[in-house]
């Protein structure tokens, strides 16, 4: 079965300093990756996506993410923080198969200090 | 622009009486779905729509129904409910059942119902 894993409930960033927001998984055969955020009261919103090609990935709002087979991880990314980044995280896996089902960690609240 | 939209934003009910939550699309997706979200918690897919084809998921308690009168609007009902179903009702749509390469997201999300229990 497939899952996600993000490790750190909370992650604490300086405004202008790099952030990082992990996550792994486990699936069969070959992944498709997400993040998306989701900021208080509001749904989910698409970040990035990993498929295939290049591992490092760029997404909305000058995140990126880096795409690591050896060590199954997707870890999220972002030279310098804003304060507005801070939401919630959320990582998301589906089988290379292609299946709708998306299987999401548990999330990460992200809170960059001015 | 085209999005996902769900109504009320806030939804208050009594313990047991029956309350309906609202989705519609504007992207013409194939596919809706309905999550409930608990307080810092991962989404947790209820059930999903591929067109009219209603799929439940496992550990989907009866209480909670669907409908999907036409490709644009889909419904929970929840028929009694109880404390612990207070939580964020998310609606998404995608396009197709399976992703293809060329998608932009595998799913869109409106902004949630928050619903509460008194």
């Known amino acids: 079965a497939q899952s996600v894993a993000q490790p750190e409930d909370q992650v604490n960033v300086a405004e202008g300093n790099p952030l990082t927001v992990k996550c792994t998984y486990s699936?069969?055969?070959?992944?498709?990756l997400f993040w998306y955020v989701q900021y208080p009261n509001r749904g989910l919103q698409f970040l990035l996506k990993?498929?295939?090609?290049?591992?490092l990935v760029k997404g909305s709002y000058g995140f990126e993410a880096e795409f690591n087979k050896s060590q199954t991880s997707f870890h999220l990314k972002k030279p310098s923080a804003l304060v507005s980044d801070s939401a919630l995280y959320f990582c998301?896996?589906?089988?290379?198969?292609?299946?709708?089902?998306?299987?999401f960690g548990k999330g990460t609240k992200l809170s960059v200090i001015p | 622009d085209a999005m996902v939209i769900q109504n009320p934003r806030y939804q208050v009910t009594q313990f047991g009486k029956p309350v309906t939550l609202s989705c519609s699309q504007t992207?013409?997706?194939?596919?809706m779905y309905w999550y409930q979200q608990k307080s810092s918690q991962a989404p947790k897919l209820l059930f999903h729509?591929?067109?009219?084809?209603?799929?439940n998921e496992a550990d989907t308690p009866d209480n909670f129904q669907s409908r999907r009168p036409n490709t644009s609007f889909c419904f929970l009902d929840i028929r009694s409910p109880g404390l612990g179903d207070a939580a964020m009702y998310l609606c998404?749509?995608?396009?197709?059942?399976?992703?293809?390469?060329?998608?932009?997201?595998?799913?869109?999300f409106g902004d949630g119902t928050r619903l509460s229990i008194l």
């Open positions: 998404a749509t995608s396009r197709n059942l399976w992703l293809r390469g060329d998608s932009n997201q595998p799913q869109h």
């Open positions: 699936v069969s055969g070959n992944p498709y």
């Open positions: 990993y498929i295939t090609g290049d591992n």
């Open positions: 998301a896996v589906s089988p290379r198969a292609g299946s709708y089902q998306l299987t």
């Open positions: 992207l013409n997706h194939n596919v």
């Open positions: 729509y591929y067109d009219k084809d209603f799929n």
